[in-house]
């Protein structure tokens, strides 16, 4: 948009230098110092704007940093699942790791049910991190059939 009232405010300007008068330069003068003075103030808002984002985002990481230095497990899951959502994660996890750094949780997400997708929670945000082989894939001994015809049926 500034773009096209500046490409407007130059064929003005020449067509008023075209008459070669005082008046007409004057005008010229005041308008490219108008235009300057918008886009200076336009260029001022979106610095302000850029630096008020980002001291949201360095009052959101100290919040969180501070839960997870704290060690409340509730609070970090609570947090960490608000995280989860805002990333698209919506299902329970199917693990959750507790570690010194946050929490890693494991999730089934797509057709491939032979892996798990790791997300990490931890005092930098919430992140999707690569796709893990699920140990239990196998029945664990417990879920084996326990009469000797159904082991043999099993094998």
């Known amino acids: 948009m500034p773009l096209v009232i500046l490409r407007a405010v130059i064929q003005w300007a020449a067509m008023a230098a075209e008459r070669g008068s005082w008046w007409g330069h004057l005008r010229t003068l005041v308008l490219f110092a108008i235009m300057g003075g918008i886009l200076y103030e336009m260029h001022r808002r979106e610095l302000e ?6 001291q ?3 009052a959101v990481q100290t919040v969180r ?4 230095a704290r060690g409340d497990f509730g609070e970090m899951l609570k947090l960490c699942r608000e995280g989860w959502n805002g990333i698209g994660i919506w299902d329970e996890p199917v693990g959750i790791a507790w570690t010194r750094r946050g929490i890693d949780a494991y ?5 491939d049910s032979t892996s798990v997708r790791q997300v ?3 005092g930098q945000g919430v992140r999707r991190g690569p796709r893990v082989d699920r140990p239990l894939q ?3 001994p ?3 059939a326990t009469k000797p015809d159904e082991q043999s049926r099993a094998a």
């Open 56 to 58: 949201a985002k360095q």
């Open 49 to 54: 704007q850029a630096r008020q984002e980002e």
């Open 138 to 140: 196998e029945k664990l």
């Open 120 to 122: 990490r929670c931890d």
């Open 65 to 68: 940093e501070a839960v997870l």
């Open 142 to 144: 417990a879920e084996a």
């Open 107 to 111: 999730f089934l997400q797509g057709p």
